[in-house]
């Protein structure tokens, strides 16, 4: 009867270690300038994203940079951004006519209204570098690829032989871009195929099981193909490598590097690009 007790109250104090409270103090984000934004040699109008950076675990939109003074050169000449909605939008745009040259590096300066971490002033550079022309692309069904079939996106174009290339593609359905996000972005380099002939190198895949991804017989498909630097191409491939699907109390990746100076994050790219065409079959 006494080791039955004893026993309980053994089971008792057991039971009560176990539920014990533990608090888990988690250190805020470093707030820092986000930069996000291109410009590319079509003539158009470009936008630069300023954003504060957020806590790891914040569930709320990165609070925008608002009223900041950004200016972009290229060596020669200083273009003034504008505030697409003052002192609201924290989106930074060129005038409409604004088109990149090749062979210039353009640089990005930000002046903050009011000073974050003790910074009032970022930059970021990208060189404009040139692209070979995109003579083709082809979009043909195959059926034999997965239970809702496949569509295979193919392009033919010439790779300089002079130099290291990197490649972006960005791909157009209907004049809808599909590639929105960062993580859907299409990068490649040259490393298998420097100076040879892409003849109808595979780029994507799309598959119609995917909801936001559906192509059809009859629909248009426009390839952008761009050259953009190693800095960027490295850039890219870190983001999606990163991931999103951190797992509890696992810390968040690592920094993904950058071309913003002075403590600010993100990227700031220019580019210069080739289209090509053809008709989903």
């Given at each position: ?17 176990c ?31 300023l954003t ?49 040259q ?25 060189a ?18 997965g ?57 994507r ?19 952008q ?30 920094n ?15 580019y ?10």
């Amino acid at each position: 009867m006494i080791k039955r007790i004893l026993h309980l109250i053994l089971l008792g104090l057991l039971a009560a270690s176990c539920t014990e409270k533990i608090n888990v103090k988690l250190d805020t984000t470093f707030t820092r300038v986000v930069v996000d934004g291109s410009v590319q040699s079509d003539t158009g109008t470009y936008a630069i994203a300023l954003t504060e950076s957020s806590d790891y675990f914040s569930d709320q939109p990165a609070p925008r940079i608002v009223s900041a003074g950004v200016t972009l050169s290229d060596g020669s000449n200083i273009f003034q951004l504008h505030e697409t909605v003052p002192g609201v939008s924290g989106i930074y745009h060129t005038d409409p006519g604004f088109a990149g040259q090749v062979g210039k590096t353009y640089t990005l300066h930000v002046s903050l209204h009011a000073a974050i971490a003790g910074k009032t002033n970022v930059e970021a550079s990208s060189a404009l570098l040139p692209v070979t022309r995109l003579d083709s692309v082809s979009a043909i069904f195959d059926p034999t690829l997965g239970t809702e079939g496949r569509w295979i996106i193919k392009i033919w174009a010439q790779d300089p032989a002079d130099q290291e290339n990197y490649y972006l593609f960005n791909i157009y359905r209907n004049g809808h871009l599909m590639t929105d996000t960062i993580t859907k972005k299409i990068i490649s380099n040259d490393k298998f195929y420097n100076g040879s002939y892409m003849n109808g190198i595979p780029i994507r895949r799309i598959n119609n099981a995917n909801k936001w991804e559906t192509l059809y017989p009859g629909d248009t498909i426009m390839v952008q193909m761009s050259a953009i630097t190693k800095q960027y191409y490295n850039f890219i491939e870190e983001v999606d490598r990163s991931g999103f699907n951190i797992p509890f109390f696992t810390g968040p990746p690592a920094n993904i590097v950058g071309n913003v100076n002075n403590g600010g994050i993100g990227f700031f790219a220019a580019y210069s690009n080739s289209f090509a065409k053809t008709i989903a079959k």
